[in-house]
């Protein structure tokens, strides 16, 4: 149970402060986002899905990967839009 606590925190944190940035656009929620994308590549282990590009053998994009993507994505979007 512990292994998936941390990864499933940052996924809701990554999901509310994209909210955020969406709801009430600022610098603040941006970079926060952008912090929070960045930790969920190092956190997402456990909750990854199909792998759909293979870098190594060891390492590759899987599907979860893709939301930092997205929420970078977002992040710019906020971060025009206070400017």
């Known amino acids: 149970m ?3 606590l941390y990864p ?3 996924l809701n944190l990554l999901v509310v402060v994209g909210a955020w940035c969406l ?3 600022s610098r603040t929620a941006a970079g926060c986002l952008v912090a ?3 930790t969920w590549v190092f956190v997402n282990g456990p909750l990854e899905g199909h792998i759909l ?3 190594t053998p060891e390492h590759g994009v899987t599907v979860s ?3 930092s993507v997205a929420a970078v994505a977002v ?3 906020t971060w025009r839009a206070t400017t």
């Open 2 to 4: 512990t292994d998936v």
């Open 8 to 10: 499933v925190l940052a």
């Open 23 to 25: 709801a009430r656009p």
């Open 36 to 38: 929070l994308a960045v």
């Open 53 to 55: 590009w293979t870098l």
């Open 65 to 67: 990967d893709l939301l």
């Open 75 to 77: 992040a710019v979007r």
